[in-house]
């Protein structure tokens, strides 16, 4: 299996644009988690998803941020309109477990930077 | 809630020495805990876990011990390797992974 894997790698875009994060989580899991990490907050949790349904999004940061899970093979996150803060690296994993363990597979992460 | 913070933000050792990486977590509620190790540009990696009914988990090269009367948790590397430079990560949840709260991380550096 390939892993985890998100797209783009890195994005640079201008302040107001809108931003779209790609994830395609390791077949078979039926969890899917986005996180961000910047150096000062380090790794936070933005939403989960359990079966494809968003089950906790409370570290969503604010109504500019959406995600959605069309189905167990695909996942989005958005930005729009993003700002400067929103720059970090910001990183898909998958669970086989649904959450009930920490074994969490990451992609390699999506590297954002606002201008 | 619950925040967990590691002693040390560098930590350098000599190729083959022994490594440890501590941890302090704040919740005695927090049954559950994770080592991650994220090696540059890369996402973070699973190492090994620990639930509150254990004092001790070994793995390849790797030992968790948990103490929870003082809420502190160590990762020892046996024989340390080039390849072990990384920023470690440990983690604390009183449930599901989703509640996970991540450390700041412990860069190691592996001296030749």
């Known amino acids: 299996d390939a892993g985890v894997i998100q797209s783009p790698r890195h994005e640079v875009t201008e302040m107001g644009q809108e931003v779209t994060l790609r994830c395609k989580p390791i077949s078979g899991h039926n969890s899917l988690f986005w996180y961000r990490q910047t150096m000062m907050r380090g790794l936070e949790l933005l939403i989960y998803?359990?079966?494809?349904?968003?089950?906790?999004d409370s570290g969503m940061p604010e109504d500019r941020f959406s995600a959605k899970m069309p189905n167990a093979s695909f996942s989005t996150l958005k930005i729009q309109p993003s700002e400067p803060r929103d720059s970090a690296v910001y990183f898909c994993?998958?669970?086989?477990?649904?959450?009930?363990?920490?074994?969490?597979?990451f992609g390699e992460g999506s590297r954002l930077t606002v201008l | 809630g619950e925040s967990v913070g590691l002693h040390l933000p560098t930590l350098s050792v000599q190729e083959g020495d022994n490594s440890i990486i501590n941890c302090a977590y704040s919740n005695s509620a927090s049954d559950y805990f994770i080592w991650y190790k994220q090696e540059s540009g890369k996402g973070p990696q699973f190492i090994i876990d620990i639930r509150s009914n254990m004092d001790k988990r070994q793995g390849q090269r790797v030992t968790v011990l948990l103490n929870k009367t003082v809420k502190h948790l160590s990762l020892q590397i046996a024989a340390t390797q080039p390849g072990d430079s990384a920023v470690y990560f440990c983690a604390a949840t009183g449930g599901s992974a989703r509640q996970l709260t991540f450390g700041s991380g412990t860069q190691l550096t592996v001296l030749p």
């Open positions: 994993a998958s669970s086989m477990s649904g959450g009930n363990t920490g074994e969490l597979f």
């Open positions: 998803f359990n079966n494809n349904v968003p089950i906790d």
